[in-house]
């Protein structure tokens, strides 16, 4: 009987589509705005979208223009407790709402103003709900405290894998060694540096990594885009993500007019840097006025994409996925379980292992086999994204229509709407149990609620020099 019990929980182990998951996928497909639900739109096909914390510890002790946090964000004190408290509470929603699998942002102001220990339970604390988390951070960290952060007070490892999102641009001041950049290539010494130490840490503890670059794109750093990309392709990053400045957060720090550096303008930038055409349609991640993905990797010097949106045949891979591998958890999936459902799928729909061979064929050779040979057979994925953030003045009287049930009539504000419809990346509040667009979050709802937090948790005394872990604290901004 025993042998039988254990049998029966492998096979449940191993069944290749979680029903609570699918659910989730097919409430998130019916959210949707019709014209979202293109043959490409990922959400609802195999991903409820992103998610980030907020109000947990707004503070950052950089100072950047633009930036999107409220006025009062430096003004609010880095607290522990509060963190955990709340990163739980925001999950718990999540969890509930969105379904047992995602993606999700340990994101506020700098996270490694968190003491290690905390920040390693507010990471634990999300894998506890289901979520692969992603810390965000400026860059300026030292190694003691990510070997802090991987290692516990006991001396054992507490994650096998950790997940980091860098910000670096020249817009961003204060950094150690480096006040004020004069160029985006004078950062390059930080970016590798940065990726380095995950290198590190790999090799003296076995953690693995995933480590993506972000910038923010204005009309003063727009012509340098492509050549971070080409400087910086080979430091380890497995994304570079860009975002064109909006009129977001503290107006304060409004120094551009940021618009003149269109979408448009930016992704073919990031064409040129990458030396490739990247096709955004293949794979679309809400509204695409929002969000370019383009998927690939390198053999040596040359990006290829995954898929040829050219080519019919790669046109059809991408629905056999949706088809069959669309509702499959990768996220967070041990890799036997995970290899034990693609058999499952594979005995059961015979037409897939078929499908995966020719693609595998074709991408070879596009790629050139002899270039493979001379790579050693070595592939580098390389993730590039466009994230355009919407104007305060456009979000804020979109969103309050939405929120009364009427849609606009201004072409602009309807726009807007749908884009809040369609928003891939949602932050929870378990207070009213809504899930908001991060647009309305950053443009309607910080101001308000980091005024709240100043007078929950007002500054200490203000330190100077190396904070415990190895990252600085700072007052006020």
């Given amino acids: 009987m025993r042998l039988l019990a254990r049998l029966r929980a492998v096979e449940r182990l191993t069944r290749p589509y979680d029903p609570e998951f699918t659910a989730a996928l097919e409430r998130r497909w019916t959210e949707l705005p019709v014209g979202a639900r293109t043959p490409g739109q990922v959400m609802g096909r195999h991903a409820v979208g992103c998610e980030g914390t907020h109000g947990v510890f707004p503070k950052c002790n950089l100072k950047c223009t633009p930036c999107y946090h409220s006025r009062d964000a430096n003004a609010v004190r880095v607290d522990g407790p509060h963190t955990l408290e709340n990163v739980g509470a925001q999950l718990r929603l999540l969890r509930e709402r969105r379904g047992p699998r995602a993606h999700a942002q340990l994101i506020g102001g700098e996270v490694s103003l968190l003491a290690p220990d905390d920040h390693a339970a507010a990471l634990e604390l999300m894998r506890a709900h289901g979520r692969e988390p992603m810390s965000f951070t400026h860059g300026d960290v030292d190694y003691a405290y990510l070997r802090a952060l991987a290692v516990g007070p006991d001396g054992r490892r507490r994650f096998s894998r950790l997940s980091f999102a860098a910000h670096f641009d020249k817009f961003m001041y204060g950094r150690r060694g480096i006040e004020r950049p004069a160029s985006e290539r004078a950062l390059n010494p930080y970016r590798r540096r940065f990726a380095a130490k995950f290198v590190k840490l790999r090799r003296e ?36 993500s860009f975002q064109p400045a909006a009129h977001l957060g503290d107006e304060r720090r409004w120094k551009e007019p940021y618009r003149t550096a269109t979408p448009d303008a930016v992704w073919a930038e990031i064409e040129r840097g990458a030396g ?82 020719g693609w595998l064929v074709r991408t070879v050779r596009r790629a050139g086999p ?28 979109a969103w309050e229509m939405t929120r009364r049930g009427e849609t606009a009539e201004d072409p602009r504000l309807r726009a807007t709407q749908d884009r809040l419809a369609a928003c891939h990346y949602a932050m929870a509040h378990p207070e009213n149990g809504t899930l908001v667009p991060a647009c309305v979050q950053h443009a309607v709802l910080d101001p308000a609620e980091n005024a709240a937090l100043r007078k929950l948790l007002p500054l200490a005394e203000v330190r100077t020099g190396d904070a415990p872990g190895g990252s600085r604290s700072c007052g006020s901004a």
């Fill in 205 to 240: 503890l076995g953690v693995r990594y995933f480590i993506a670059h972000n910038m923010t794109v204005t009309p003063g750093n727009l012509d340098e885009v492509a050549d971070v990309i080409r400087d910086c392709g080979r430091m380890g990053y497995g994304m570079f």
């Fill in 370 to 397: 002899l270039r493979l040979l001379r790579a050693g057979l070595r592939v580098r994925p390389v993730t590039f994204v466009m994230h355009t953030f919407m104007d305060a003045a456009d979000v804020s009287p």
């Fill in 276 to 357: 490739a055409r990247l096709d955004y349609r293949l794979f679309e991640h809400g509204d695409v006025r929002c969000n370019r993905v383009a998927y690939g990797f390198y053999v040596g010097d040359r990006w290829h994409p995954v898929l040829d949106g050219a080519d019919p045949r790669d046109l059809t891979v991408r629905e056999v996925f949706f088809r069959y591998l669309g509702r499959v958890n990768f996220t967070g999936t041990p890799p036997p379980v995970l290899a034990a459902r693609l058999a499952r799928i594979a005995v059961r729909h015979p037409g897939v292992v078929a499908t995966g061979l």
